[in-house]
């Protein structure tokens, strides 16, 4: 059968789009709002000319398969650099063997210094490999830790998950065990910090990005107020997501973004978090922040909460407050520094913070 494929269109594709990641699992999105989101982007100049995806036509041109490509801009010792995200890769059953001209589209655009595939499910995962795309070196990128908030129906997706027998009997006595752990961890540290919900990205994380961009040798996203607006602002407006700042005489030294998650269990409701950042690196501030986390996934009632991802240093206090890992079983984030400039020192895992911020 003929296959095109093509740049998309936001002004007539998106109803197609939706439509075929519909048909392959993802979430309906509603096209208009798409579409503002998409020209609504803080770094839209910059990205003039960078496709938003690209669409797979069949010879009645109709939309078989999607995928979305998300600019975003980064900086790495105070220069910037413009990157491509990869996005929700959808391409119906009987196209499948054309879906590596997407994947080939992608890693083979123009204008950008980076791409990266954040988000690799199992089969991506293996597709990456076999096109010799390098793996993000950042250690443990294929670890997830969890904090059990509501403790039976925690134990009892974990069970289910685990495929184990009688995992509805089961989940009474592990939800014990796990009050238990959890009493000992709620006592194991007590730290002092202001944590407040804020309603908006204002002035204060500009000041904030300010102090974080001085970090030598990390990869970050940028992280001013507009760029923070545009990338979790329509899920803060749907009550689909939270935001912390944690301060200390009135001014911001980091915050954390919570947003919901249902796709390592649907039955479990899970807030991930999204985004974390903290000025200086201060290891206190980064439990404050945790804690405050923590504490705001009960209030919204909340079964669990999810850490994915951030460098060695958050690694290590996450892993102080005792949480249970997951390992997935296969590697899930992939990357090509287009250029060249960017190819020792992405190279170093020390030089990455890569999480859920970078996925879309």
């Known amino acids: 059968m003929s296959i095109r494929i093509r740049p998309i269109d936001l002004d007539t594709d998106l109803d197609g789009v939706n439509a075929v990641e519909m048909r392959n699992g993802f979430p309906a999105f509603d096209p208009d709002a798409r579409r503002h989101w998409w020209r609504s982007h803080p770094f839209r100049e910059e990205f003039e000319g960078i496709p938003r995806g690209w669409v797979l036509e069949d010879a009645a041109h109709r939309i078989v398969g999607a995928f979305s490509n998300v600019p975003m801009m980064y900086e790495l010792n105070r220069k910037r650099w413009k990157a491509a995200l990869a996005s929700l890769w ?8 054309a879906s590596l001209l997407l994947a080939m589209a ?6 950008v210094d980076l791409c990266l595939n954040g988000d690799a499910n199992a089969v991506a995962s ?15 990128c294929d670890l997830a830790y969890f904090w059990d908030i509501r403790h039976r129906a925690f134990a009892s997706a974990f069970l289910r998950k685990k495929k184990i027998p009688g995992a509805g009997l089961l989940a009474f006595p592990a939800s014990l065990l ?27 994380f500009d000041v904030l990005w300010e102090k974080i961009r ?5 990869l970050r996203a940028v992280r001013n107020s507009a760029a923070l607006r545009w990338r979790f602002g329509p899920a803060l407006k ?40 903290i000025a ?11 804690q405050g986390a ?12 999810k850490w994915w991802g951030w460098n060695a240093e958050k690694r290590r206090a996450a892993r102080s407050y005792r949480p249970w890992p997951y390992r997935y079983p296969y590697w899930p984030a992939f990357y090509r520094a287009v250029n060249p400039a960017l190819k020792p020192m992405l190279a170093q895992p020390e030089c990455w913070d890569f999480s859920p911020f970078d996925v879309f």
Do not use: C, W
């Open 106 to 111: 992608y890693f083979n655009q123009q204008g």
């Open 294 to 305: 923590i504490r705001a996934a009960r209030e919204d009632g909340r079964e669990a909460l």
């Open 90 to 97: 959808a391409v119906d059953r009987e196209h499948r063997s």
């Open 178 to 204: 796990l009050g238990i752990a959890d009493g000992f961890r709620r006592t194991s540290k007590r730290l002092e910090n202001d944590i407040r919900r804020l309603s908006d990205f204002g002035d204060e």
């Open 238 to 277: 749907n009550e689909g997501a939270v935001v912390l700042g944690l301060f200390r005489k009135n001014a911001m030294r980091g915050y954390a973004v919570l947003s919901a998650n249902i796709r390592d269990a649907p039955d479990l409701r899970t807030y991930v978090l999204a985004d974390l950042q």
């Open 126 to 140: 293996q597709l990456m490999a076999a096109l010799k795309i390098p793996r993000v070196p950042a250690e443990s």
């Open 214 to 218: 001085m970090s030598p040798d990390t």
């Open 280 to 290: 200086e690196d201060s290891l206190d501030d980064l439990g404050g922040l945790l």
